[in-house]
RNA sequence: GCCAGAGUAGCUCAGGGGUAGAGCAGAGGACUCAUAAGCCUUUGGUCGGGGGUUCAAAUCCCUCCUCUGGCACCA
């Protein structure tokens, strides 16, 4: 079986809330998902929760709940935001399944065979308070420590840690050669100016057992539990490891598919990450499986981050936008849209009530939507909703972006993609104004002209639900659905000019984005 | 502090030696199919300051100012 286009985002901290940034990451790595199924490729999309650590150990303990009980709860939120958002993943990993500690069990212990992995005495500063060790940057101006740790003391603790340091100049040498690994190029540079300027240390990775009790223990020590680095990063590749992928079942020793032949996923095409987790997806995680023997994923793409109104986005200052509540107000395409528009996949956002309504009303409603209304209730009332002859008029406009969207979805340039979408829309409704059928309606010698400048907008309606279905849930579906035509085509090869035929008769329009008054 | 990057129209940004560009916002107009939407026209800028190279600099060089990002793991 030939390799899929695979793609994953980060795991979230079963822990937190979810937010803009947890939406934006993964409405990302849908859209491209989908971009590449629509591009006929077999695509699986990996999405997913962190679940162990100290905090959520805790946490479970504060409500006196065990802490699988506590993470089944928040799991199910996780769950539902993600319904929300309309993603189409493929599965959804959590950390505290067996199919997932297989394989970070079974790596660990590659590793440690391969004495890549040593047992070292760490002495310092502890807090007892928050149960964890202190560093140099948790000292005030005076040297001293904040109170909020409580009783700070000196402490021995031996673990294992995790050679980083030897694969330095073979990353450097890697991301060197392969530019596109780290996308955008600025990301690339910061990461590979670390490389060549800072010394890699080893990691630390793990903890006794003894401290923090949820997590997968060592197979070759249970008194250690491993912590966050291989715990949550191995994601990635411990769920195509669980179907029996050839490229990670073989080499790490673990149990073929159960249902033959076993999809080949592995390695991964596309990891989206934040800007905050970049040099673990880009230092820590390509190390580890290079150590394992394991193949590097192509890319790591580097999104930015929203802020509010130019501010930070704080819970404390209440200065925050609820994906939840945007989408149960404007509807999910109008969240999904907005988000992709706005920025180009690596910058920072600003999120604005006034931008987003100025996107909804002016390119959704007015320009979208409209133009789709005005050419459906022109044929209905003009030809009472039967498709006139074939027409070519637009067909070049079309075509041009047909082949934009998919050059700019072929490099994941989503925000360019809709540019291109949109200048069509553009397009068509300046043809309604240049061409005026409803003019033309007024005069029985110009039927033929009509039936023409018909043809030409109810063709370019279909064409835009075809290459908006990447991107938008509910739109595309409900103009195929004003157009009479049934299910929408899963691939953007549809978009192809003239596909809508002559006598069929359309469905009745309605506004795909009504105007929102008072909001 | 070190390393990058950026400062161009009210806003967001493109351009990168040879009459300063786009989108949005603003102004005016003709139309009426449509969600009072759409279309056409149009006002805005000595391209951060100063100096230099050149016939010619927003563009190249020097310098200054301002802003942004990064500087991990540090058990």
């Known amino acids: 079986m030939s390799k899929r286009f695979y793609i994953t985002t980060a795991i979230d901290y079963v822990n937190g809330e979810p937010h803009l940034g947890h939406a934006y990451e993964k409405i990302v790595a849908d859209v491209i998902a989908r971009s590449r199924r629509a591009a006929g490729q077999e695509t699986f999309f990996l999405t997913g929760l962190d679940e162990h650590g100290q905090k959520v150990q805790q946490a479970a303990q504060a409500e006196g709940k065990t802490p699988q009980a506590y993470c089944d709860e928040l799991a199910e939120v996780w769950q539902r935001f993600i319904a929300k958002l309309g993603l189409s993943n493929d599965d959804f990993v959590r950390t505290t399944q067996p199919r997932h500690q297989r394989f970070v069990q079974a790596i660990l212990s590659k590793l440690h065979a391969g004495g890549q992995l040593y047992k070292e005495v760490y002495r310092g500063s ?83 057992a003894s401290r923090l009790s949820w997590g997968i223990p060592l197979p070759f020590d249970p008194d250690y539990v491993t912590y966050v680095w291989f715990d949550a990063l191995s994601n990635y590749a411990s769920i195509p490891a669980s179907f029996g992928d050839p490229a990670l079942a073989g080499p790490l020793g673990l149990p073929p598919s159960a249902s033959q032949p076993a999809p080949s996923l592995w390695p991964a095409d596309i990891h989206v990450v934040g800007k905050d987790i970049i040099r673990f997806h880009s230092v820590f995680w390509p190390i580890m499986l290079k150590a394992a023997g394991l193949l590097l994923p192509l890319q790591v793409l580097v999104h930015g981050w929203w802020q509010k109104d130019g501010q930070k986005m704080s819970k404390s200052t209440g200065n925050v936008v609820d994906p939840v509540r945007v989408i149960d107000d404007w509807g999910v395409d109008a969240f999904r849209y907005y988000v992709l528009r706005e920025l180009d996949i690596g910058q920072d956002g600003n999120w604005t009530h006034a931008g987003f309504k100025s996107r909804y009303s002016a390119e959704l409603a007015n320009g979208l939507g409209n133009l789709v209304n005005r050419s459906l209730s022109m044929l209905k009332r003009y030809r009472e909703g039967v498709v006139p002859p074939v027409s070519t008029e637009l067909a070049a406009d079309g075509e041009r972006a047909l082949t934009e969207t998919r050059a700019h979805l072929s490099q994941n340039h989503l925000q360019a993609a809709l540019q291109s979408i949109w200048s069509l829309v553009a397009r068509a409704n300046q043809y309604v104004d240049h061409t005026a059928p409803f003019k033309l309606a007024k005069d029985p010698a110009q039927g033929r002209r009509l039936d023409e400048v018909l043809y030409n907008l109810t063709e370019v309606c279909r064409i835009l639900a075809v290459l908006l279905s990447p991107f938008l849930l509910e739109t595309p579906a409900k103009i195929y659905s004003q157009l009479g035509l049934g299910a929408l085509p899963g691939n953007l090869s549809a978009a192809t000019w003239g596909r809508l035929p002559p006598g069929h008769r359309i469905g009745t329009p309605a506004p795909l984005f009504p105007r929102k008054e008072g909001c």
């Open 126 to 208: 502890y807090s007892t308070k928050e149960e964890t060790f202190l560093t140099a940057k948790d000292r005030r101006p005076d040297g001293s420590f904040d109170p909020i740790f409580g009783e700070v003391i000196e402490l021995e603790e031996e673990n294992y840690y995790f050679k980083l340091g030897a694969y330095q100049r073979w990353l450097a040498e890697h991301i060197e050669r392969n530019p596109s690994f780290i996308q955008p190029a600025h990301r690339r540079n910061e990461i590979l100016g670390f490389l060549k300027n800072d010394v890699l240390e080893d990691l630390c990775i793990t903890r006794p």
